[in-house]
């Protein structure tokens, strides 16, 4: 029996090679380009539909274009790995960090990468922050990874994946977050 990854977000991840990059896993590709947190948590329940062993779960930076607070994007994410966290009590969970993009934006990032790095615990979920891998020092993407300060290069990816790989393999060298605990009969 494989072990299934539902790689979820924008466009981001949905321009994401999972498949080839992690061809141990049966991979589900659920970024869709332009989502906004909104978005992603309108079609969540797709997501606990297929009963991944795993999600991964990378959203909030188009919501930026928005110009939606740190709050609003802190309360979607929060709710997305609540409610994931309920529906599937036994999968791994990540949730990375909002990546950087332009200069103008990195104090809410910021902010909304704190939150969750502080909530993340709280439903027995793994963290990953990009920010150091992808972020120049005053918290603009770095141009060797973005044309645009938001999509990401081919060189963009391979920075990622130095970051991401072993989060997944730590992510499954863990027992699950939850597991029954046997109650004798008294």
Known sequence: MSVSIAFVGDGITAHGRWGEWFPDFEVHNLGISGDTSDEVLKRLQSVIDLRPDAVVLLAGTNDLGWRRSDEYIVRNLETMLCDLRKHLPEARILIHSVTPREREYAETIRSVNRHLWQFAPTQKVAYLDLWPALAEPDGEISPK??????????????????????????LFARPPATSSIPIQNA
Do not use: C, K, N
């Open 145 to 170: 990874y973005s044309e645009d300060r938001l999509r990401l290069t081919e060189a963009g990816y391979e920075a990622w994946l130095r970051e991401l790989r072993p989060a997944i393999d730590e």
